[in-house]
């Protein structure tokens, strides 16, 4: 397991791999699909060189309720755009994203995987610190959170790599050992 501290050098992204289990540590920021249409033409300057996470949190006052992944390929179109202007160093999210992110990951930055299903268990490790776009509603504002030890797993390295790539290419193996199996 490795504990990292945001904000992320490029050293870091770079010693990180498909698979490593990692605790992050420090500011966050959700954003889903209103926030990405309005950073595509707008800046919050605090947002260079974040961690930001898919997702739709509830809140109640300053306290986090729960706070699971959204799935992240549909936000695909306007990822890469987002780690050129903001110098974004990690996306978390749940499902993986397409080609186009993978290559503008590629020395930049990383993709995580949190787990669907644990957005109370994942609030817990959470503290609102602000909030801006308060009036796109509550799942879409973009939120600044605090984390302490928030679990997630590298899917889709610096380096190119993709753990969502190598599962289908291992199941396409077994599809077509399946067919081509004789009675």
């Known amino acids: 397991m490795i504990r990292l ?9 770079l010693s990180l791999n498909v698979g490593d289990i990692v605790l992050i540590n420090g500011t966050i920021f959700t954003a889903r699909d209103m926030a990405h249409l309005f950073l595509l033409d707008n800046k919050i300057e605090k947002l260079k060189g974040a961690v930001i996470y898919h997702c739709g949190p509830i809140i109640n006052g300053s306290e986090v309720i729960a706070a699971g992944p959204t799935t992240s390929a549909r936000l695909s179109k306007y990822t890469p755009k987002l780690i050129g202007d903001y110098g974004i160093k990690a996306i978390i999210g749940k499902g993986g994203m397409d080609n186009s992110v993978l290559n503008a990951l590629k020395g ?46 590298l899917t889709m390295d610096a380096h190119g790599n993709s753990m969502y790539e190598n599962v289908l290419q291992k199941s396409k193996g077994v599809f077509l050992k399946l067919i081509n199996l004789t009675p």
């Open 5 to 13: 501290n945001v904000p992320f050098s490029n050293e870091k992204i």
């Open 108 to 153: 930049n930055a990383v993709y995580f995987s949190a787990i669907g299903g644990a957005a109370v268990l994942y609030a817990k490790t959470m503290k609102v610190k602000s909030v801006d776009k308060l009036e796109f509603g509550m799942p879409e504002a973009i939120w600044e959170l605090e984390v302490m030890d928030f679990p997630v797993i």
